[in-house]
């Protein structure tokens, strides 16, 4: 398993085929009733320049962000924006990849795996 | 010497903005990118970009008054964890077009366009001398 969370609840991803110019999006994790909720802020990020791919367990997410003829005011912002985000990260084995849902609203994917059922706690009878 | 006005450098114009990029509007610790205004420009206005994930049209207002452009922004009950409240005032030259500032959200992402002054600069200017 690549992923664990800390303390802050911050998904830290043991994956480092970064794309090599897209930094990592800030993304927070919730578990909840057999579902984990992966929200990923993508601001500026449109669904059209979006790509959400699995493969083998991968999950990558690339998003670029269109900055048109927009260019920085040199000396005055306090920095410039990513040109994208990228964030790769292996799915734990008890998640169903085939069952997530992704949703972009304002800005921020939000991607919800259940539980596989294999997974889920069952009581065993006892004879 | 220059005499020219002061707008007509656009780091003047903008020069109380310069002290506000100095403060992140949110926790500054944070290593992600949700932080901070950013200042773009075109050939007709300069542009104020914040990142605002997961904030809608509705949650966000902007006023200006007295030559400070306000912003507030507060989402009830996100169902993440992101920042839900932000407040950013910036000074802005009062000889900037305030007018005709506009705005727009847009996968959050907001952008604040202040067109520039139109002012005549090809060639020199003949002043009369009475």
Known sequence: ?127 | MHLYPRYHNPLNVLSGLHRALQTPPWNPHRNDTTHGVRIVETDAAWVLQTDLPGFSKEDVSLSFQKGTLRLVGERDNPADAFPSKIERSFQVARELDVAHVSATLENGLLEITIPKPSIETNGPIEIKVN
């Not at chain 1, 664990?4 to 794309?19: A, F, K």
């Not at chain 1, 069952?99 to 972009?104: E, G, Y």
């Open chain 1, 1 to 127: 398993m690549s992923t664990h969370y800390d303390s802050t609840n911050t998904l830290t991803v043991g994956n480092r085929e970064q794309h090599p110019t897209y930094p990592r999006p800030s993304c927070l994790v919730k578990t909840a009733e057999g579902t984990f909720q992966l929200a990923i802020a993508l601001p500026g990020v449109s669904r059209d320049n979006l790509n959400v791919s699995l493969e083998k367990g991968l999950l990558t997410v690339t998003g670029s962000r269109a900055s048109g003829e927009l260019h920085s005011v040199k000396g005055l912002s306090s920095g410039s924006a990513p040109e994208g985000y990228q964030l790769q990260t292996r799915l734990h084995p008890d998640l169903n990849p085939e069952a997530m849902s992704a949703k972009l609203e304002n800005g921020i994917l939000t991607l919800v795996l259940p539980e596989k059922e294999s997974a889920k706690k069952r009581d065993i009878p006892i004879n």
